[in-house]
């Protein structure tokens, strides 16, 4: 992803001037939504942020950061914190997750790739095998996908295909599983009538089979391990359908949570496990729900549970779902390509940078940042510092995490005048609030917001600027709600939410460094991630690529 003909060189902005430390501070899973006992933001004291939001107005707004904004196919998409960060340092917006499956479907590109050439090794001896979330939510998968790629590898010379199927009900209606499962059914049905050996093998409901994340609970994953590979479960049937309808009786039963069945013949032998020279697809594209899986799949070390055989498979995702532990190797779709993004035009323009943040968050400052490339641009002007995160704890148990410690190092860098720019990302808003615990999140909303006025008042003693924002929404709405917004209950308790949201975030921008006359803009009412590279570069004095979303600010003459 070299110049590729560009020209580095960035034209001087008209009215703003060069040498100004800039620090980028982002805050994770912070959105702006209405007051409330669950908006975590709110309720922790968070007296800089608040200070920056009721300051001059003209110095604060908000931008959006999820669905089109990012990239995704629709408005119903949340923002996560991988696309955010592409759209903040990429300053152009690139299609991401289910809309780059959708278009590699679409032109048949996806069939021509290396994943699917590398899958299809497996096709003249083997099994095919597809995993994934059974339904149309397109949160983590999308029915149409898998009856794409069902059709296009029966076309492309798959002899014996296996559908191990995740039940939903919680991106969609409770019950749908089973109209999803009969239109599978049909599809495979067709598949048979051509020839080819086509059915579901296993199943099993999203939060119970499989679908667990962040380490949570490795039981989920061995439950789905045990049925999809072994071929093990404690209920067996003939037939998918009757399966989900079956376990859909038992009391209290809901289709997130079916347990784990198999599939098997008329002599009650599995119709589908997992074996040597067998072709393995997880068909969700939202990654963080398939890490686990796709660890248990392709790690030949691997303690989290007895996986009893470990089959030599070839294994793809639908996407990359890791892209610092460049987790699967294999996958069918490839990341966006993603070029000339803010941080490589700066360094070619002399910008000296520091970015840091701890552990889970430190690839999206840099990695993510830069356009999901490794590495520095230029070792000579960047310097990347990562604070190990706490591990073998949930983030609940000490929700401030490293957030003193990374202000600490922002601090240092402002101070030590040898960077023009300094960025970090604070995690806690988003890990904390990850774990659905609304005292802690709480905590460490008011630990983000401290480190937030170590960096600001570094800057403001360089004489320097700052801009704060986010890159999705978390902790500002805590608890699940129906249509009409008021909270969820469930047997009178309140149903906690601990996805992302939909929500904008705040842009501040401040500091004694900043120009007369610099103030938002009132006339892109639409603004997004992808319009905060412009605005930083403005900031250090250099107009932005004619391609580059537009800033968000504009210098009015006083």
């Known amino acids: ?29 912070w959105g702006e ?17 608040d200070s920056l939001k009721n300051g001059a107005p003209e110095k604060w707004r908000l931008v959006r950061a999820h669905g089109t904004a990012v990239g995704l196919p629709s408005e119903d998409d949340m923002g996560n914190s991988e696309v955010g960060h592409n759209a903040l340092g990429a300053g152009r917006i690139f299609a991401q997750g289910a809309k780059l499956v959708d278009i590699a479907l679409a032109s048949g590109k996806i069939f021509d790739g290396e994943g699917f050439k590398y899958i299809k090794e497996c096709f003249e001896t083997g099994t095919l095998h597809l995993i994934g979330l059974l339904s149309d939510g397109g949160v983590h998968s999308r029915l149409d996908q898998l009856q794409l790629l069902l059709k296009g590898a029966g076309e492309r010379g798959a002899k014996r295909i296996r559908v191990h199927i995740l039940t939903d009900g919680r991106d969609v209606l409770d019950g749908s599983s089973v109209g999803f499962v009969e239109t599978v059914e049909k599809d495979l049905e067709a598949l048979r009538q051509k020839g080819i050996d086509a059915r579901i093998a296993s199943g099993g409901g ?37 399966a989900v309808k079956k376990l859909r009786e038992e009391p209290k039963a809901n289709d997130q949570y079916l347990p784990p069945f198999v599939i098997v ?16 697809v997880t068909i969700n594209f939202r990654a963080d729900r398939m890490v686990m899986l796709a660890k248990a799949l392709e790690y030949e070390n691997f303690d989290k549970f007895d996986r009893v055989r470990f089959p030599k498979i070839h294994y793809a995702g639908m996407l990359e779902y890791d892209g610092e532990l460049k987790l699967p190797s294999h996958y069918l779709v490839s990341p966006p390509e993603i070029d000339r993004t803010s941080g490589e035009y700066l360094v070619h323009n002399g910008i000296r940078t520091f970015a840091c943040s701890e552990t889970v968050k430190f690839g999206h400052v840099t990695f993510f940042w830069n356009g999901n490339r490794s590495g520095y641009f230029n070792q000579e002007l960047e310097e990347y510092v990562e604070i190990p995160s706490d591990s073998g704890i949930t983030f609940n148990v000490k929700p401030k995490m490293k957030a003193l410690e990374i202000a600490e190092k922002a601090r240092d860098a402002i101070l030590s005048r040898k960077f023009d720019q300094v960025r970090v990302n604070l995690p806690n808003s988003d890990m904390v609030g990850h774990t659905g615990d609304i005292e802690a999140t709480v905590v460490a909303c008011k630990a983000a917001d401290e480190a937030v006025k170590m960096i600001l008042d570094a800057i403001e003693q360089v004489g320097g600027i700052y801009v704060v924002t986010a890159d999705h929404g978390n902790a500002e709405d805590m608890v699940k709600r129906d249509k009409s917004g008021k909270p969820l209950l469930k047997d009178g308790q309140i149903q906690i939410l601990t996805s992302h949201t939909l929500q904008p975030v705040p842009i501040a921008i401040g500091g004694p460094g900043v120009a007369p006359g610099v103030r938002f803009r009132q006339d892109l009412p639409r603004g997004g991630l992808a319009n905060v590279a412009a605005t930083v570069m403005n900031l250090h004095g250099f107009e932005a690529p004619s391609d580059y979303e537009p800033t968000l600010i504009e210098v009015v003459d006083n």
């Open 1 to 29: 992803m070299g110049s590729s003909g560009a020209s580095w060189k960035l034209p001087d902005h008209p009215k703003l001037p060069k040498g100004k430390q800039v620090a980028v501070v982002v805050l994770d899973g």
């Open 33 to 49: 939504a209405n007051p409330n006992e669950y908006n975590c933001i709110h309720t922790a004291e968070t007296p800089t942020m």
């Open 206 to 242: 999203r939060m119970y089979v499989t679908m667990d994340r962040y380490e949570n609970d490795w039981n989920v994953v061995k439950r789905g391990w045990d049925a999809q590979v072994l071929g093990e479960a404690p209920h067996k049937f003939t037939n998918a359908v009757d």
């Open 265 to 280: 013949d008329e002599n009650g032998k599995p119709v589908g496990p997992i074996v040597d020279g067998d072709a393995v």
